[in-house]
C-alpha cells in the first residue's frame, strides 16, 4: 500500500490522472498484490464507476460497522482532532459523512450493479474486533496472498478514540495529516512513513492525546440523532440483512425509538401537508 495507506485518487484527485496514481506502487515487486484503503470510496458511485472504468477484476473489500456506532465514533473521532461539535446533528451539518457514510445497503448497491459479488469481500467491525486473526486470514484469501501470513499489528488497536491534551494544538496536527492527503506524494509518502515508525506515534500520541477509557455506550446516544436518520438507519440496516443473509438486530435502534422516529417523520409529513394546503387557498 502507499505509505500513507491511500491516495484519495477515484474522488479527490482523479484530474491527476492515472498516471499520478500507479506512481504510488511503483516500489512494488513484480506480482506483488498492490492496494489502498480510502473511506470515502464507497459512499461515492463517482468513485466506483471510476474504479470500475479502471479495473473491471478489481477486488473490493468492505469494512462495515453499526451506522449508529460508526456516527458516534466519527463525532468523537474530531473532538479527538480538536474539532468537535457540541452536538452530533451540528457535527453533520459541517460534516454531512458524519451520517451519509453509514447508507451501506444503498452505497453496497451501486457497487453490485458494477462489479460481480464474487469481487466483493464483506466483514462486519465486530468480526474484526473479536476474532481479528480469521479476518485476516478471510482477506487474505480473498486477494490471493499467504492467509497464514501474521502482521504484528494484527491485535494493536488503531486510532484509538480520546481527548486532546491541548485542542488548538490537535486541530493543527490534524490539519497538517489533512493536507498531506494532497496532491504531493512526497509529502503523503513523508508522512505515511513517519506514522509507521511505532516510536513516533506513540510519542506523538502520548503528547496529543488522553486516551483513557471513556465511559458510555453507543445505546445511550439515539437522543443525538434526528428521526428521519433513525428512520433512514432502520431502513439501510434491513437492506443489509437481505442483502448478506445475515440477522443484524444487534445494530438496531430500540423499538421505543423507532416508534417515536417513524411519528415524528409522519408527523413532520402531516405538517408539511397542512402547510401547502394552506399556501394553495385563495386569499379573500
Known amino acids: 500500500m502507499p505509505a500513507n495507506k491511500g491516495t484519495v485518487y477515484f474522488t479527490r484527485f482523479y ?7 500507479e506512481e504510488f506502487f511503483r516500489n512494488a515487486a513484480p506480482g506483488q498484490v498492490v492496494g489502498e484503503i480510502c473511506e470515502e470510496y464507497l459512499s461515492s458511485p463517482e468513485a466506483i464507476q471510476r474504479i470500475r472504468d479502471y479495473r473491471p477484476d478489481m477486488r473490493l473489500i468492505c469494512c462495515l460497522r453499526n451506522p449508529y456506532e460508526r456516527a458516534i465514533s466519527a463525532w468523537r473521532f474530531y473532538g479527538r482532532n480538536g474539532c468537535q461539535e457540541p452536538t452530533l446533528v451540528r457535527q453533520a451539518e459541517i460534516n454531512p459523512h458524519v451520517f451519509f457514510y453509514g447508507f451501506y445497503a444503498t452505497q453496497l448497491e451501486v457497487v453490485l450493479s458494477l462489479f460481480p459479488r464474487e469481487q466483493l469481500l464483506i466483514f462486519l467491525f465486530e468480526e474484526l474486533a473479536s476474532d481479528p486473526r480469521g479476518v485476516a486470514r478471510r482477506l487474505y484469501e480473498f486477494i490471493g496472498v499467504d492467509p497464514n501470513f501474521s502482521p504484528r499489528s494484527l491485535n494493536e488497536r488503531v486510532n484509538v478514540n480520546g481527548r486532546p491534551r491541548w485542542r488548538l494544538l490537535a486541530k493543527v496536527v490534524h490539519k497538517i495529516h489533512e493536507r498531506s492527503w494532497g496532491p504531493s506524494r512526497i509529502v503523503s509518502n513523508l508522512v505515511g512513513r513517519l506514522k509507521r515508525v ?10 496529543l492525546y488522553d ?42 435502534a430500540p423499538t421505543s425509538v ?9 408527523a413532520g409529513v402531516a405538517t408539511r401537508n397542512a402547510s401547502l394546503s394552506t399556501a394553495g387557498k385563495c386569499r379573500p
Open 15 to 21: 484530474y491527476r490522472g492515472v498516471a499520478w496514481f
Open 211 to 252: 486516551e483513557s477509557e471513556r465511559s458510555g455506550d453507543w445505546r445511550s446516544s439515539f437522543a443525538e440523532f434526528p428521526p428521519h436518520i433513525v428512520t433512514r438507519y432502520e431502513q439501510e440496516i434491513s437492506g443489509l440483512e437481505r442483502m448478506l443473509v445475515r440477522d443484524l438486530s444487534n445494530w438496531r
Open 258 to 266: 423507532q416508534a417515536r422516529a417513524a411519528h415524528a417523520a409522519s
Open 198 to 207: 511505532r516510536v513516533v506515534r506513540q510519542t506523538v500520541r502520548a503528547i
